[in-house]
């Protein structure tokens, strides 16, 4: 059996469900749409076909994910990865702090903070615009939410504007939503070795 | 249309955050969508509309949004929830059948503390009568519900600053 992974990492492992996933050959048109399987494509994880069994929400979330995560203009690509990674940690999802630690490693080109974060922990020194970004996403991930106004003035100070804090408040909260799901749902387990 | 998420924030029209707001408009559309989807969906399966509605009450309570509390609250009026659904929305009430009382003890150890939730809570639903399908339904709605508080406290602490 694989060992489950309790250490932060960013080493991605595998997904195991504690719940069936869909079997895509028995799977409704709703569901095929709501994965957006195309006789073309059709590689989709064990996380989606988890999620498949409730097609309907399913099918907003994948665009609004992507939206989140990825869309233009606003706060950098890799500064949502770190929201995404802060959310992670508050709430213990090793699967998605891992994916989202190495895609911020990626695309920040450094491997040094995401190091120290999970080393150090939440309170790990950084330059000051990644610490203001680290705190208040894991301050929002609270439950309740604990950020307050001044880590959202810390974030200004750091240069943050309008649109970049809106984004970093969409990654932060979404991953409330994806690590409520990633985390109860399945655990992370020991990639084999290739 | 109205959106529940910049209506709770209460963002000033004209103002910075509108501007910031607005050109995120396909989120906030999406985040309504995925509302809808996760409270009044076409094929609700073993969690009804009210039953749902209230579940969502608890986890706004849960998160101290007395407003967001409020809205869902009224979303259970409006589905019809039975006066057993409508307790589901109180903090004090932990169900009084055994699948009541796993669904509401998942809810709110997924809402409050995700972080300790294992492969044996998803066991206790099962052994509760609750199917593999009612278990995503249950963990999308908490975990959608946790996501719009967020969205809501952030733009709320924005808009004081403002």
Redesign the interface.
């Given at each position: 059996m694989s060992k489950v992974v309790h250490e932060f990492t960013a080493v991605v492992p595998e997904w195991k469900p504690h719940v069936t996933p869909v079997d895509i050959t028995q799977a409704s048109a709703a569901q095929l749409d709501a994965l957006k399987v195309t006789p073309s494509n059709r590689q989709v994880s064990d996380y989606l076909l988890v999620l498949a069994h409730d097609a309907e929400t399913l099918k907003p979330r994948s665009p609004l994910f992507n939206g989140i995560m990825y869309n233009r203009g606003g706060l950098s690509r890799a500064e949502r990865e770190l929201g995404a990674v802060g959310a992670s940690i508050v709430n213990r999802c090793i699967y998605c702090a891992a994916v989202h630690a190495s895609r911020y490693n990626q695309l920040a080109r450094d491997e040094t903070a995401i190091a120290r974060i999970f080393a150090e922990g939440l309170d790990a020194e950084l330059d000051p615009r990644s610490s203001a970004i680290l705190r208040f996403a894991a301050r929002l991930s609270e439950c309740p939410p604990a950020a307050t106004a001044d880590d959202l003035s810390a974030l200004r100070q750091a240069g943050l504007d309008d649109e970049e804090i809106l984004d970093l408040v969409l990654s932060a909260a979404l991953f409330g939503w994806a690590n409520r799901l990633m985390h109860t749902l399945g655990e992370p387990v020991e990639a084999p070795a290739v | 249309m109205r959106d529940l998420v910049i209506d709770l924030a209460a963002i000033e029209p004209g103002s910075?955050?509108a501007?910031?707001?607005s050109?995120?408009a396909?989120?906030f559309a999406?985040?309504q969508?995925?509302h809808d989807?996760?409270i009044t969906?076409?094929?609700a399966?073993g969690l009804s509309h009210g039953l749902r509605a209230a579940l969502a009450c608890r986890i706004a309570r849960?998160?101290?949004?007395m407003d967001l509390a409020r809205h869902f609250l009224d979303l259970a009026g409006k589905a019809g929830a039975s006066d057993a659904e409508r307790r589901v929305a109180e903090l004090d009430f932990a169900g009084d059948d055994l699948r009541t009382s796993a669904l509401v003890r998942h809810a709110d150890l997924?809402?409050?503390?995700?972080?300790s939730?294992?492969?044996k809570?998803?066991?206790a639903l099962r052994e509760s009568g609750v199917p593999?399908?009612d278990?995503?339904?249950l963990?999308?709605l908490?975990?959608?519900v946790?996501?719009?508080?967020?969205?809501v406290?952030?733009?709320r602490?924005?808009q004081?600053?403002?």
């Open positions: - | 910075g955050l501007a910031a707001v050109k995120r396909d989120i999406l985040t969508a995925t989807a996760a969906p076409i094929y399966g849960i998160n101290a949004d997924v809402a409050r503390d995700p972080k939730a294992t492969g809570d998803i066991a593999d399908a278990i995503v339904r963990s999308e908490v975990a959608f946790s996501y719009q508080i967020r969205l406290a952030g733009l602490l924005m004081a600053a403002s």
